[in-house]
């Protein structure tokens, strides 16, 4: 059931706030307050996920004055879910299936009770079940979407320290740069000159400058 299910399915994802902002569901809460389904309200109420026994027991068919508001109630329902479809589109698509099968099958249940193929408790419980089986896809739904969140991230990190592995190593191995040493500038050699003088006993007595 779709509309109760919609209650359902925010309390089912509520941790990764994957529905919450979804325009359908505010639609659903201003749609239950239209004056024309109040005579619904004993019976199948629109916002509700907890049915009441008298509710999954009641045996009664729609009359036909209940049934301009039971066909109100999918009109309405049609446009509340036409306002999130954009909106769905960027949530994870595993959420958004399990909420779109949901919403069908609430219009068939509709339907059947429109036509008189369920009686009000025939429609109570099979909303009821509904509930329960979309609320677990889309648990399992969130639950495989950041599963492959973290897997991408996880890989996006090994890729990157893998990328400074490599550039340290690079780094490593690298020749050490060459020290510059300065020019020593040339100097031209200081000429000398030898002088030699007789000593006067027989040698020479030489200075060099």
């Known amino acids: 059931m779709k509309i109760a299910t919609c209650f359902c399915l925010m309390a089912a994802i509520s941790t990764s706030s994957l529905a919450q902002q979804d325009p359908t569901l505010r639609c659903i809460n201003e749609l239950a307050q239209l004056p024309e389904l109040t005579i619904l309200q004993n019976k199948a109420p629109v916002l509700t996920t907890s049915q009441t026994f008298d509710m999954l027991t009641n045996s009664d068919k729609a009359s036909g004055e209940e049934l301009p508001a ?8 049609e446009r509340c879910q036409a306002l999130g479809d954009s909106y769905r589109r960027s949530i994870p698509t595993g959420v958004t299936a399990a909420i779109e099968a949901a919403y069908r099958d609430f219009l068939n249940m509709l339907a059947d009770l429109y036509t008189g ?18 609320a677990s896809q889309i648990q ?3 639950e495989e979407y950041n599963r492959g969140v973290a897997q ?8 990157d320290a893998a990328r400074r592995d490599a550039a ?3 780094l490593l191995n690298r020749p050490p740069a060459p020290t510059y040493q300065p020019a020593v500038p040339y ?3 200081t000429p000398r000159v030898t002088n030699c003088v007789p000593d006067g006993i027989g040698g020479m007595r030489c200075t060099t400058r």
């Not at 039971?70 to 329902?77: E, P, S, V």
């Not at 193929?117 to 979309?134: C, D, H, I, P, S």
């Not at 991408?152 to 890729?159: D, G, H, I, R, S």
């Open 70 to 77: 039971i066909k109100a109630w999918a009109q309405g329902r």
């Open 168 to 170: 340290i190593q690079i």
């Open 117 to 134: 193929n369920l009686t009000y408790g025939e429609f109570a419980r099979r909303r009821a079940e509904r509930n329960t089986q979309t």
């Open 187 to 189: 100097q031209t050699p």
């Open 152 to 159: 991408k991230n996880q890989a996006a990190a090994q890729e």
């Open 140 to 142: 399992r739904a969130a």
